[in-house]
Antibody, heavy 115, light 109 residues
Framework: QVQLQESGPGLVKPSETLSLTCAVSGYSISYDYYWGWIRQPPGKGLEWIGAIHHSGTTFYNPSLKSRVTVSIDTSKNQFSLKLRSVNAADTAVYYC????????WGQGTLVTVSS | QAVVTQEPSLTVSPGGKVTLTCGSSTGAVTSGQYPYWIQQKPGQAPRTLIYDTSNTHSWTPARFSGSLLGGKAALTLSGAQPEDEAEYYCLLSYSGVGVFGGGTKLTVL
């Protein structure tokens, strides 16, 4: 069974960088599929952030592209999100997922941006 | 960036039928946008019901189906159950970049 688990700080200061990692078990991310990040501000809808293939191909939400990097580490079977220069509007539950078919989601991790 | 539109809210009677739709600001929704339908209940992580217009996962109840209808993606629920009350999100792909709709709050009443 494929499982995804997000990890990272739950609190980030404004203007700093949000960094999250998604550990994948039950499937080797070097085989296939795109893997990515989706977020949901409290009480609001879902927002697609970006996705990456093991080949290195990436796709990013244009509204976040200047601040986002999604990277992949096939040796650790995990992928990561970095969001730079965060502000309060970046406070959200961050989900990692296998973005093709969207069959598998992590449970989500709340990241709060506050000083 | 494209805008994906959904009905803000819909109500269906138990046992009834309802269709949720998903439109695109760029024109008719096509199968090449791989429409997804995602269900989210309060306090829970999202769960994908439909992908690639009409494909279901093993956990998708048979009463849910996806299609293209009148230039939009559609999610039809036939025989609504109380447990189907939830927020439903549509997701479309624009050359690899995903865009979510604002969600439809479905009430079973």
């Amino acid at each position: 069974q494929v499982q995804l688990q997000e990890s990272g700080p739950g609190l980030v200061k404004p203007s700093e960088t949000l960094s999250l990692t998604c550990a994948v078990s039950g499937y080797s991310i070097s085989y296939d599929y795109y893997w990515g990040w989706i977020r949901q501000p409290p009480g609001k809808g879902l927002e697609w952030i970006g996705a990456i293939h093991h080949s290195g191909t990436t796709f990013y939400n244009p509204s976040l592209k200047s601040r986002v990097t999604v990277s992949i580490d096939t040796s650790k079977n995990q992928f990561s999100l970095k969001l730079r220069s965060v502000n309060a509007a970046d406070t959200a539950v961050y989900y990692c997922a296998r973005t093709q078919e969207l069959a598998y989601w992590g449970q989500g991790t709340l990241v709060t941006v506050s000083s | 960036q494209a805008v994906v539109t959904q009905e803000p809210s819909l109500t269906v009677s138990p046992g009834g039928k309802v269709t949720l739709t998903c439109g695109s600001s760029t024109g008719a929704v096509t199968s090449g946008q791989y429409p997804y339908w995602i269900q989210q209940k309060p306090g829970q992580a999202p769960r994908t019901l439909i992908y690639d217009t009409s494909n279901t996962h093993s956990w998708t109840p048979a009463r849910f189906s996806g299609s293209l209808l009148g230039g939009k993606a559609a999610l039809t629920l036939s025989g609504a159950q109380p447990e189907d009350e939830a927020e439903y999100y549509c997701l479309l792909s624009y050359s690899g970049v995903g865009v979510f709709g604002g969600g439809t709050k479905l009430t079973v009443l």
